[in-house]
């Protein structure tokens, strides 16, 4: 004779099973039955946790990186669930399927860079403020010319009003690297203010050229605790310069060609601008010494990643 517990039990998988066959025999998927069948026969075996959630697995927590530690590889970001996940029209906040988690950074490489290796004689080109449908095609082509390879701090909201731009910038053999979305300062941020600058930009950028960005600039070179700490968990090494024409004030071409060439050295990482206004001064800059650096021996090249 069956125990009440044992009617109660196949009661429960009667009932169980009965439910999966109503709500999904109609779509004809009979390995749905099986698995609702087996959920149901394992129920009063082995009840799940009270605080698992319904709609799927748990979401680990991001851990936090310890201050003398590497930061620990950031995951890519979900969509946001309020997306509608069906429309293709809607871009996807996450990074492209499939891509590699942020890289490790030391907690050297989480300072920012101001040279390169003193004892070659190599110039770093930074372009930053773009992309500008004004001047950056000019300043691709003036690279091209003299096959110089740079890297261009680029702000959110000029890359996604211009993602064509972006393309070609990567087609063309250049870094492409964070400059904050909205370009503030960042010293006046809250961290998860900071956060969404600089994570919404690399999303953006990496859906736009496949590839996540692996160096990050603050507007103004004005670092903060925050920057630098979610930068390195973002897996993006701040860069600085060590040679600033200041072309952004627009005091004259012979100026800014005069302050670049007295102030290169080798290892340099010269600061320049092709967006955020009138550039016409910094392209006519480029022009006059750039030719001038080549011919001193100079070569150029972009931070490795």
Known sequence: MLSD????????????????????????????????????????REPPPADSPAD?????????????APAAPAAPAAPSAAAPAADAAVPSSAPPAGAAPARALTEAESRPVYELDADRRVVALTIDDGPD?????????????????????????????????????????????????SHPDLRHLPEAKVREE???????LHRATGKAP??????????????????????????????????WARPGTVVITDRVLKDVRPGSIVLNHDGGGDRSQTVAALKAYLPVLIDSGYHFTAPPG
């Open 5 to 44: 517990r044992q009617i109660t039990s196949r009661r429960l998988l009667l009932v169980a099973a009965g439910m999966s066959l109503l709500g999904v025999a109609g779509c004809g998927r009979a390995e749905e039955v099986a698995r609702a069948a087996a959920a149901a026969r394992s129920a009063d």
């Open 56 to 68: 799927g697995p748990p979401t680990a927590p991001a851990a936090e990186p310890s201050p003398s």
């Open 133 to 181: 449908p004004r001047h950056t095609p000019t300043v691709l082509a003036l690279l091209e010319q003299h096959g110089i390879r740079a890297t261009f701090f680029l702000i959110g909201e000029n890359a996604v009003e211009h993602p064509d731009l972006v393309r070609e910038i990567a087609a063309r053999g250049h870094h492409i690297a964070n400059h904050t979305w």
């Open 198 to 204: 600089l994570e919404r930009t690399s999303e953006l």
């Open 214 to 247: 692996t160096w990050f600039r603050a507007p103004g070179g004005d670092w903060s605790p925050a920057s630098l700490k979610v930068s390195a968990e973002l897996g993006m090494r701040p860069m600085a310069w060590s040679v600033d024409p200041r072309d």
